[in-house]
């Protein structure tokens, strides 16, 4: 398996793909000061003819640079999911998708293509995840909730079930969302409240 992003977070999917026996044969990256990352091989700026043959993870948290440079990848897509991890036989998970340690993902949920699942986060029954969303650590999405693409939910923040919320809106940190969230909009408290916008094209 090959990754792009030489980053904390390529360290977290290196972790992953090793406890699911995956070799990891290199890392892309464009700082050309990379050599190394954890004694893995950092290859330089990304080429569609190294290891052609090989699967691809994009190894970058921050969502709108997911989804460019997933738009100029040649190489495979590829899938990974940590073993601690709970996820129904009735989920769909889509291409690019890296599932951290210990969280769950519940029966019938559909998780689209470059997201981001992480640690001991928790996706309800039914719920509908967009492209190029982050479910960051502890976050809790109750059933049925749809998180529009490139939005970030942040970290130990918790969704009541039904609630709909647009595409590149920010959840921070621990809010408590009770009501539907517009696209682009930053919400943040207990419970949460819109504080400003977020400026599309300058994810």
Not at 113 to 120: A, D, G, L, Q
Not at 159 to 185: E, F, H, L, M, N
């Amino acid at each position: 398996m090959l990754l792009y992003g030489a980053s904390g977070h390529c360290k977290v999917i290196i972790d992953c793909l090793t406890s699911n026996n995956i070799p990891v044969e290199g890392i892309f990256d464009d700082n050309p000061e990379l050599k190394t990352l954890t004694g893995y091989k950092v290859l330089g700026s990304y080429s569609r003819a190294i290891l052609p043959g090989s699967g691809i993870i994009l190894s970058i948290g921050i969502n709108h640079i997911r989804k460019r440079i997933s738009q100029n990848i040649k190489h495979k897509f590829c899938l990974v999911i940590h073993p601690s991890a709970v996820v129904s036989n009735t989920a769909l998970i889509n291409e690019g998708t890296v599932v951290f340690h210990a969280s769950v993902i519940q029966p019938y949920a559909v998780i689209g293509r470059h997201v981001i699942i992480n640690t001991s986060a928790t996706v309800d029954h039914d719920c509908i995840i967009e492209d190029y969303v982050h479910i960051s650590p502890n976050a809790t999405l109750c059933g049925n909730v749809a998180v529009g693409e490139g939005t970030h939910v942040g970290a130990g923040s918790v969704i009541i079930q039904g609630i709909k919320i647009g595409k590149w809106a920010t959840i921070g940190a621990g809010s408590v969302i009770i009501r539907d969230v517009p696209d682009y909009a930053v919400v943040v408290g207990n419970p949460g409240r819109i504080i400003k916008q977020n400026i599309p094209g300058n994810i």
